[in-house]
């Protein structure tokens, strides 16, 4: 076996139907009195829900969190936070409410207890993000890692069934690209493969019926070992096409992932044969790239860049983008096969 780093992650996990009744325990168990509860403008309900769980403990809500975290609303979180005397962060939503929260802490080391209510993942990593100026700077702190993770299927109900699905391709998405990581470790490429496999499975009995609620606990179960891998390993090709599409043309998140992850495994299928094999495995399919295409068309997902919005043209412009900043990738970057990689993926051919 070659050698290895693994660094075993802070968070604590609470996993279950029905577990955001344990919250006042946990926000106990770190040591806060006064929580800022954080939510996206759509999500107020569910924050309303938990302050009055935690009744005379919620200091306020803060209900504006929006994609990608502008530098204004972190600024005005942190300040909302300051303001309220807060002692921990509650973030109860996606991935931009996660990020909400990541942002506070990055400047006040306020610890996060966030409640994940899609499948991005983002409450598994160290890694920030916030746009200045239109453009996104992330890195990675561990002051953002949430310190506690409640993670109840029954607040994932709600999670519209297409958003569901493209949420769920997006966690596989930082799986796929974990087994094949530069610094991959046989821990997280267990949590990978095992993330794909439990989402592959729940995501077709998420759509036919979107309250099942074991196979709401299955996706979930599956994002948080596809989280885990994102915030454990190094992420490459198909990462970084989707961060281009999503900065440049300001394409929907989980959708580009959806979109562009069939092409960039069948980019890097001839360097990468062992990640293939249990990328496909845990598919149940022959092949990993055209498995996760077959996958995301069975599921009435997307399939081309047109389709979400992509302009026509830009083809070249994007491959260009791609190449600027030297990463690592298990196959050589090159220009003309990238270029036919976003060709395909423009307009949704299925990988050969
Ligand atoms: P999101 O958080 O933007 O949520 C999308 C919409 O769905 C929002 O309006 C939200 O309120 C709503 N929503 C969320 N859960 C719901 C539910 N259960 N029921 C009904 N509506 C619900 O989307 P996302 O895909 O979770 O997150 C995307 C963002 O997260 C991107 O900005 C991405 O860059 C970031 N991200 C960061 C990391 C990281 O490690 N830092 C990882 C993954 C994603």
Redesign the pocket.
Known sequence: MNEFIYTSPASRVVFGAGSLRHLEREIDLIGARRALVL?????RA?AEQVAAMIGDRCAGIFDR?????PIETAREAREAARQAQADCAIAI???????LG?AIALESSLPIVAI??????????????ITEAGL?K?GRDPR?LPRTVIYDPE??????AQ?SV??GI?AMA?AAEGLYAQDANPIMSLFAEEGIRALAQGLPKVLANPHDIDARGQCLYGAWLC?AV??NVGMALHHKLC?TL?GTYNLP??ETHTVVLPHALAYNAPDAPEAMRRIAKALGADDAAGGMYDLAARLGAPLSLREIGMPAGEIDRCADIALQNAYANPRPLQRDAIRALLDDAYHGRRPA
């Open positions: 939510s996206t403008p759509e999500q569910s969190a929006v994609m990608h975290v939503g996606g991935g931009s409410t996660t990020g990541k994940p209510t899609t499948y991005a993942g983002s409450e598994m990593t160290p890694i920030y993000g996104k992330t953002v607040l994932t109900v709600g999670l519209p958003l493209t949420s997006n930082h989280g994102l915030g961060h999503g998140h989980a």
